[in-house]
């Protein structure tokens, strides 16, 4: 039974940071895609950050580049996702999610949300 579990969020004024949290059990970790989705009400879910687990290879949405960074902690199954510079337009809820990589060996890439098979419940992050 995989269960992803986030936590962190919160309410921060403008300028601020937040550092969410996600812990996984009953998934294979290692070698796989962990990633960190938002959603606004109203609109489809969005990429904000990725990474590839067995290589460490990120990305990033446009929109966060240089003031988000996404960590992964292989020991306790965990992924980060260290948020400054907040601004009024991050707020959403936060998804984090596990999914399966693509290309070849050494080259190993994360994709979008259909991508990824496995969620969590979501943090809220609210800017102000």
């Known amino acids: 039974h995989v269960q992803l579990v986030e936590s962190g969020g919160g309410s921060v004024q403008a300028g601020g940071a937040l550092n969410l949290s996600c812990e996984v059990s009953?998934?294979?970790?290692?070698?796989?895609?962990m990633g960190w989705f938002r959603q606004r009400p109203g609109e489809e879910r969005e990429k904000v950050a990725t990474v590839y687990t067995g290589g460490g290879t990120t990305d990033y949405a446009d929109s966060v580049k240089g003031r988000f960074t996404i960590s992964q902690d292989k020991v306790k199954e965990a992924v980060y996702l260290q948020m400054n510079s907040l601004k009024l337009e991050d707020a959403a809820m936060y998804y984090c999610a596990a999914g399966r990589p693509y290309g070849r060996f050494g080259h190993r890439k994360c994709g979008g949300p259909d991508d990824f098979d496995y969620w969590g419940q979501g943090t809220q992050v609210t800017v102000s």
């Open positions: 009953g998934y294979t970790f290692n070698r796989n895609c």
